[in-house]
């Protein structure tokens, strides 16, 4: 579904799409690698909505490129009440088989709304330097409420320290904005990046950079994070709610920018050599 123009109010609701049935059943709708399920840049009038689609059964094949389900470059929009994957049957996951994977991506400079939605059940099977992100933001207003992102698999490599200066790695939610960012209530668990490669693999719940005063990163429930890599320097990178971990490798307040709150948030670092660093 591709709108493009800069058109205001669009409304894009209650779509299923997926498999070879109209419940998203038996084969998967397969699409080449840097596809796009959505497609939206809207205008700054009226808000544009992606409320109550389903989205599953869905696997990116071949060819090279970002992969996206919803992909937003521009526009006021609200992406509520979605489902992404996540489902219980089986067939209600989303592979890709290489390079990036964004399943929703905001890259446009107005009020992006992210709320309510489950994304689960996600595969990324590329081994190289590339991303998995299950909420990916890098510009704009964005508010991120009250979403569930769980079952997340990955191999990429994932280098670099933060989200604004490495691209690459496997997130929960990374946003990097210099608008005013509201992060809270999400859910995050049960993801795990297992990567072939050695030096610094990086793995974030939730990984922030650039915002501006009086942004908010609060009350976030994440845990049950696995990174592992063969070699020596892998990492893990966590920002968790209460209750923290009884003896872990680093704890700290969630790093913000001045005059913006961070509350019930830890930042955990732990390294494994040649195993796992879980959290």
């Keep these: 579904i591709s709108i493009t123009g800069r058109g205001n109010g669009h409304i894009n609701n209650n779509n299923s799409i997926g498999g070879e049935s109209p419940t998203r059943a038996g084969n998967p709708l397969t699409a080449n690698v840097g596809s796009k399920i959505f497609t939206i840049t809207a205008g700054t ?8 689609n389903t989205v599953a059964n869905i696997s990116f094949a071949t060819a090279t ?9 521009g526009g006021n929009v609200l992406i509520n009440n979605n489902t992404i994957g996540g489902g ?3 067939t209600e996951v989303i592979t890709n088989a290489t390079f990036n994977l964004d399943v929703v991506s905001y890259t446009g400079a107005n009020t992006i709304t992210i709320t309510n939605n489950l994304v689960g059940n996600i595969n990324n099977a590329s081994i190289g330097d ?10 704009g207003t964005p508010t991120i409420t009250g ?4 079952d997340i698999t990955s191999s990429g490599i994932g280098i670099g320290t933060t989200v604004s200066t ?8 990374g946003v990097t904005t210099t608008g005013i960012a509201n992060i ?5 668990f049960n993801i795990n990046r297992t990567s072939l490669a050695t030096g610094t693999l990086n793995l974030a719940g939730i990984s922030v950079a650039n915002l501006a005063s009086g942004s908010i990163v609060n009350a976030n429930r994440i845990y049950s994070l696995q990174n592992s890599g063969t070699g020596t320097g892998s990492s893990a990178h966590v920002s968790s709610r209460y209750p923290t ?3 872990p490798t680093s704890r700290r307040r969630t790093s913000t920018p001045t005059g913006c709150r961070a509350s019930n948030c830890w930042s955990r670092t732990a390294t494994a050599s040649a195993s796992s660093a879980t959290r």
């Design 130 to 139: 590339h991303r998995t992100a299950c909420i990916f933001i890098t510009g």
């Design 88 to 90: 219980s049957p089986s």
């Design 147 to 150: 979403n569930t992102i769980r």
């Design 166 to 173: 490495a691209v690459f790695w496997t997130y929960g939610i």
């Design 245 to 247: 971990p009884s003896a």
């Design 45 to 52: 009038g009226a808000t544009t909505t992606l409320q109550g």
């Design 184 to 188: 809270s209530n999400n859910t995050i």
């Design 65 to 73: 490129g970002t992969s996206h389900i919803f992909n937003v470059t």
